[in-house]
């Protein structure tokens, strides 16, 4: 069964940093690109980064650009994202997401507080 796992999330100051993590099962994991998704309180689901099947290639959204960085280990299955100098406005349920097949996961949730 494909599965997509997030963790990691929880509250943090503005300034400060979190990696988040997305342990992945089910199925070959290198052969996938990936990406993340956020969703703040009361808006649409937006695009955050993607990262290539190989990880040579990486996307951000403007909003990403210079602080998150996308990464994959294919030892371990799983796709990070760590985030620097979290805004207010980083808020936001951040989902794990494999494009083919429209795979999901869960959710994990950040709160960045000013």
């Known amino acids: 069964q494909v599965r997509l796992l997030e963790s990691g999330g929880g509250l943090v100051q503005s300034g400060e940093s979190l990696k988040l993590s997305c342990a992945t099962t089910?199925?070959?994991?290198?052969?996938?690109?990936m990406n993340w998704f956020r969703q703040p309180p009361g808006k649409e689901r937006e695009f955050v980064a993607s990262?290539?099947?190989?990880?040579?290639?990486?996307n951000y959204a403007d909003s990403a650009k210079g602080r998150f960085t996308i990464s994959r280990d294919s030892a371990k299955n799983t796709v990070y994202l760590y985030m620097t100098n979290l805004k207010p406005e980083d808020t936001a349920v951040y989902y794990c997401?494999?494009?083919?097949?429209?795979?999901w996961g869960q959710g994990t949730q950040v709160t960045v507080s000013s």
């Open positions: 089910g199925f070959p994991f290198s052969v996938y690109s």
């Open positions: 990262i290539s099947s190989g990880g040579g290639v990486a």
């Open positions: 997401y494999r494009p083919t097949g429209d795979v």
